[in-house]
């Protein structure tokens, strides 16, 4: 196949593009703004071409479509607290971006997989989400990506344009930007320094690592139903703070360096999807979430070179406005 994949350069979208490279001998064109997410290392040693453009951009999209058999858009902003900090780039990328891709994608008849979250269900405090849940998003991001697959959505019922949309609960694994939990406590422990846990760290997510996600995506994209949605959910919940002591563990920190600090403002409780619909297509996880968290940290530990830039460029400014206080 030839694929455009949006947001190819990011975390998700790259582990994508590997997947599909080594594992389908797919053709692979990336467009991808390259924002403070987006790296052109994260495609490193992939054959792929990568034209630099937003999805907002008619003329740019219209040429990396030509000749592509489908379109995965990963393109997004994708940090819940930017969102709340400042919304605009939230709702061009997710609103008009999406809308240039699926008005491309209807004149040239092309299959069109949109990527999706968990967070445009909104919070759930017991069992799990399925496809039907009412969509009832939180932040400024959930409500554009919401926004984006009601859109998609609207191209199948009026155009019958090809429409899947994928919707992941939250990712974990190598080349994730370490705004987010993860990478970011990761990070910190390793430098020693202070672990910034939201409000009580009860909040509850549901982690799913990259190459399963990936994975998903390509059932989806080979038989995945027009016009249907499907929940990708992790195969383990786990509280925040659970997640920050075993990062302490893996790392050799104590727990003296976790810092309580004010709770982001509308928090989501807890994230859980029902994942049978994918699963019936043939999809399983592969990955626990004790095993995967080990191997990414044993990634960061391994690939300074990787994340040492990000840490000592923008995202000491961007940290200092979240948090209140310099990176150590
Ligand atoms: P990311 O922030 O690592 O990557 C986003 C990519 O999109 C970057 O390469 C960035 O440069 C690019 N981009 C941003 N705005 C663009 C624009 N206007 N035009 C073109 N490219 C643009 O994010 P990620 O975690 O890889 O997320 C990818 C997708 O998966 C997003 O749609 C996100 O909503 C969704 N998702 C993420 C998670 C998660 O846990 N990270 C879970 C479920 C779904
Ligand atoms: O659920 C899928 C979503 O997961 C994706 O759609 C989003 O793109 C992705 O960013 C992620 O959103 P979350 O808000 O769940 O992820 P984040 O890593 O920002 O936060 C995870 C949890 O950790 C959340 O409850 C907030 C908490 N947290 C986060 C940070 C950055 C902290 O306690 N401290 C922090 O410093």
Not at 203 to 215: E, G, K, T, Y
Not at 223 to 236: C, I, K, L, Q, T
């Amino acid at each position: 196949m030839r694929l455009l994949v949006c947001g190819g350069a990011g975390f998700i979208g790259s582990a994508f593009v590997r997947v599909r490279l080594v594992e389908h001998g797919d053709e692979v064109v990336v467009l991808d703004k390259l924002t403070y997410a987006g790296r052109r290392e994260n495609l490193d040693g992939l054959d792929v071409a990568l034209i630099e453009a937003g999805i907002e951009d008619a003329a740019a999209v219209a040429r990396a479509m030509e000749g592509v058999d489908a379109v995965v858009n990963f393109a997004a902003e994708t940090h819940v607290d930017r969102s709340i900090a400042q919304p605009d780039a939230f709702v061009t990328t997710h609103a008009v971006g999406t809308w240039v891709l699926l008005e491309e994608a209807r004149r040239r008849a092309v299959r069109f997989v949109q990527i999706s979250t968990d967070e445009v269900y909104g919070s759930i405090a017991q069992g799990s989400f399925t496809e039907h849940s009412p969509l009832a998003p939180s932040s400024p991001y959930s409500a554009t990506k919401a926004g984006a697959d009601l859109l998609v959505a609207s191209y199948f019922h009026t155009y019958a344009l090809e429409t899947v949309i994928c919707r992941g609960s939250n990712n974990y694994g190598p080349r994730q930007y370490p705004e987010k939990l993860i990478p970011l406590m990761v990070l910190n422990a390793l430098a020693a320094d202070r672990l910034p846990v939201y409000g009580d760290g009860m909040q509850v997510r549901n982690w799913l690592h990259v190459d399963d996600f990936a994975r998903a995506i390509g059932v989806a994209l080979a038989h995945g139903r027009p016009g249907e949605a499907y929940n990708v959910g992790g195969p383990d919940e786990c509280p925040n703070l659970q997640v920050v002591q075993r990062i302490l563990e893996l790392t050799g920190r104590d727990e003296s360096l976790i810092e309580y600090v004010t709770d982001r403002p509308g928090h989501d409780r807890r994230y859980s999807l029902g994942s049978q619909k994918i699963a019936a297509l043939g999809w399983e996880a592969q990955v626990r979430f004790a095993d995967g968290l080990a191997q990414t940290v044993a990634w960061y530990v391994d690939n300074a070179w990787w994340w040492e830039p990000i840490r000592s460029g923008d995202y000491r400014a961007y940290y200092q406005r979240q948090y209140g206080r310099a990176l150590g």
